[in-house]
């Protein structure tokens, strides 16, 4: 405990840690579970305090480091009149690095920043640097909007979530050419991904096509895994729409997906991956794209049984779309049969799965028995047509 402070409740915690407590949205004593609003006040507990250093100082011997007197605290009216400062031309930058490491110090200041207003200004900045088409400043403000959620129900949502021209913007600094581009584009990514999870369905589904050949672009130019996993929620969140699934189809997006997954990326990735191929093979554009990658059906089929049961649903869908509508191609069913999709299939019959995957299941090898009749995989179990039904 650095920095004691007393809440109404008359409980004693580190600053630190309970403002954190409460700006993740907690609205309790975490020792009383009595009420706690956001806006409480937190005591300085100056006694306590003076008995930590008093102890520190005793054990110094020890290697015990005395912790300083802890500074003032932050008030709201600096946070506001820092935030007006933004617009002055001559200490933008300088401005908004200070804003930057106050977001980044502690929880109270991103309270502070929030009511102030930050949220909103710094989406305005945004918007200007793309309209003069500059990149100073985009690395600090897009840190400051990662470090404060953008939050759902407040006053700016309409001017910022159902803004054409926020989205454009976003475009824009995905697609620059930026040192240090993997944290910029991250930060601007996960800042994307609270906004698409909180943009309504006619926002959605207006997305152009732009949009997606940014993501695209970025995921193929190779970003943190941070980055890459919002990159790929973003995608996923936009898939119901017919119109952004041709979109990220043109883009190309069906490749770059399969050669990350083709890299053994972990759990959540492959989740990710996999329930956006699925939405795209519901089309047929998407299930040709699919098909001209050499590792697609391998990669997809060698997940089954192996991460996780979303996956395993995700997987066994996607087996399903190709071999419905594959026809009797027998390049397909042969290539199937090659890289073990039918013995993974087979193998799911066995398992202790969901009984609707196991129908799934004897739907795809029903329904090319015929030419699948002689894999090792059916003669090796016992397998019949009588037993698929």
């Keep these: 405990m650095r920095d004691p402070v007393t809440a109404i409740t008359g409980i004693t915690y580190d600053r630190e840690s309970i403002e954190n407590w409460l700006f993740k949205g907690s609205n309790t004593c975490p020792v009383t579970k009595q009420p706690l609003p956001n806006d409480s006040d937190l005591t300085p507990n100056h006694t306590l305090r003076r008995l930590i250093q008093s102890w520190c ?47 980044m110090e502690n929880a109270r200041n991103r309270r502070y920043l929030a009511e102030a207003g930050a949220v909103k200004s710094m989406f305005s900045f945004l918007e200007a640097c793309f309209n003069k088409q500059q990149t100073v400043g985009l690395e600090e403000a897009l840190s400051i909007l990662y ?3 953008v939050n759902p ?7 910022l979530i ?31 991904k609270a906004m698409v999870k909180t943009a309504s369905s006619h926002q959605l589904e207006r997305l152009k096509p732009g949009f997606f050949s940014s993501i695209v672009g970025v995921l193929r130019e190779g970003i943190s895994h941070q980055g890459i996993n919002a990159a790929l929620q973003i995608l ?12 990220m189809i043109e883009a190309g997006a069906i490749h770059e997906i399969i050669e990350i997954e083709l890299g053994m990326p972990e759990k959540r990735t492959t989740e990710l991956i996999l329930g956006i191929l699925f939405h795209l093979c519901s089309c047929a554009d998407g299930r040709s794209q699919f098909l001209s990658h050499c590792g697609a059906i391998a990669v997809v089929s060698s997940r089954i049984l192996r991460i996780s049961i979303a996956a395993d649903d995700r997987a066994v869908l996607i087996l399903a779309l190709i071999s419905k509508h594959c026809g009797t191609c027998a390049v397909v069913l042969q290539e199937m049969m090659g890289v073990k999709a039918i013995s993974k299939l087979c193998m799911l019959l066995q398992a202790d799965c969901a009984h609707y995957l196991k129908e799934k299941a004897k739907e795809i090898l029903r329904s090319h028995y015929d030419f699948w009749k002689n894999s090792p995989c059916f003669t090796s179990s016992s397998l019949s047509r009588i037993q698929l039904i």
């Design 147 to 149: 470090h404060i959620p």
């Design 57 to 103: 100082t005793e054990n110094a011997s020890n290697g015990v480091v005395r912790i300083p007197t802890p500074k003032a605290p932050l008030t709201k009216s600096h946070v506001v009149k820092l935030v007006k400062e933004l617009w002055v031309p001559q200490s933008q930058l300088k401005t908004l690095r200070r804003l930057e490491l106050l977001a």
């Design 236 to 247: 996923l969140d936009t898939c119901p729409w017919g119109r952004n699934r041709m979109s």
């Design 162 to 192: 159902e803004s054409d021209g926020i989205m454009e913007t976003f475009s824009w600094i995905l697609r620059c050419k930026l040192n240090d581009h993997s944290s910029i584009k991250s930060h601007a990514l996960l800042v994307l």
């Design 153 to 159: 129900t407040s006053e700016t949502r309409l001017q």
